[in-house]
């Protein structure tokens, strides 16, 4: 089979002739028909991501059809020619509150979704939403997972509530903002792109400001009527005060990133005078990732495909993830 592989950081990935797995016991063969990119991808290449093993075949998010079972698959596992999407969270343990010391995500150290065929244990192996095709399937998994836990899980958001989502335009914060206006939540969004506060618009938030305006905490509180009962966020870094700000007495602020890097002097009067909680959040159990599969099959909602572009050109799809002008998920389409 063929598989974009990386053999050593700040180079480019490598598309090459590497052998089908054979599925183990108790594992599912899945021939890939998309897979989508994340971040995570970008960061194994600069070499800014801890635990690198390389050489690997990169890539968390896959759609396809089962093509094989080894020996003792449940039953109820996905049929042979089903389609199915993969969990890329593996192994996260017991307890439900925090991942297990083994966890790891899909696609590093363990072989990826950049590739034709991957075997995984069956439990990480779930039914695509019958509304959604291979490549917005593709786009769901590790975004939607980080979404769901972080907006449901952790941040609680409830119907009615007014949801400030930073940075749209990632497949994290659009899911994010799409699943909380599902759920019956009012959202608001930044972005430094006009053109990008006008699509999530037309997704289902109420509004949003560009981040870069002066004052903008102020203006957007105003335009939306008062401050935030929910904030998510994955910048961190020295824009995170605003975010205090902008925040209701007794809100929530969850992140689940740091792009920005460190958070400098937090202001611990504004924390506790406001009664905040500020809560940390990343990836998922399998728990969430059935809640976010309900939560997409319900409501229909679809993943936002930002390009799609043939497996081949892997390297070129790496690229325009980290120029960060996509609108949505950068998506590799697997013949």
């Known amino acids: 089979m063929q598989a974009l592989q ?69 039953a109820s596992a996905p049929g042979i020619g089903a389609r199915v999407l993969l969990n890329p969270g593996l192994r996260w343990g017991d307890n439900p509150k925090v991942q297990a010391r083994d966890f790891v995500v899909l696609g590093m150290p363990d072989p990826g979704t950049f590739a034709e065929y991957i075997a995984l244990p069956a439990r990480y192996v779930q039914p695509l939403p019958a509304h959604l095709s291979f490549e917005q399937g593709a786009a769901l998994p590790l975004a939607g997972l980080t979404a769901y836990r972080a907006a449901f899980t952790r941040a609680q958001v409830q119907a ?16 994010a903002a799409q699943f909380c206006a599902a759920r019956g939540a009012e959202v608001w969004v930044t972005s430094g792109s006009e053109e990008k506060l006008a699509r999530a618009q037309a997704l289902g938030a109420k509004g949003g ?3 870069n305006a002066e004052n ?17 966020d994955s910048a ?24 920005l890097g460190a958070i400098p002097q937090l202001p ?17 159990s399998e728990q969430d990732f059935a ?3 309900q939560l997409v099959t319900e409501k229909q909602i679809v993943p936002v495909v930002d390009e799609v572009f043939p497996l081949g050109d892997g390297e070129a799809a790496l690229r325009r993830l980290e120029a960060g002008a996509q609108f949505g998920k950068v998506v590799l389409k697997i013949s």
Not at 216 to 232: N, S
Not at 244 to 252: N, S, W
Not at 268 to 284: E, H, R
Request: contains cysteine; proline residues 7%; hydrophobic residues 50%.
């Open 6 to 74: 990386l053999d050593a950081i700040h180079q480019p990935v490598t598309l090459r002739d590497v052998p089908t797995p054979a599925p183990a016991a108790g594992e599912i063969l899945v021939k890939l028909h998309a897979a989508a990119l994340n971040h995570r991808d970008v960061f194994i290449q600069q070499g800014q991501y801890a635990g690198i093993k390389l050489p690997c075949t990169l890539g968390s998010d896959g759609a396809g059809e089962v093509a094989a079972h080894g020996d003792g698959v449940p």
């Open 160 to 175: 009615g509530e007014r949801v400030l989502v930073t940075g749209v335009g990632g497949g994290v914060a659009l899911l």
């Open 209 to 211: 400001i560009n981040y």
């Open 216 to 232: 903008w905490v102020k203006t957007l509180v105003q335009q939306a009527g008062g401050p935030f009962d929910v904030i998510i």
């Open 236 to 259: 961190a870094g020295p824009a995170f005060n605003a975010l205090l700000d902008a925040a209701a007495p007794g809100g929530r602020i969850v992140f689940f990133g740091g792009t």
């Open 268 to 284: 611990p009067a504004k924390v506790f005078w406001k009664q905040l909680t500020i809560l940390g959040s990343t990836m998922g």
């Open 291 to 293: 809640a976010m599969l």
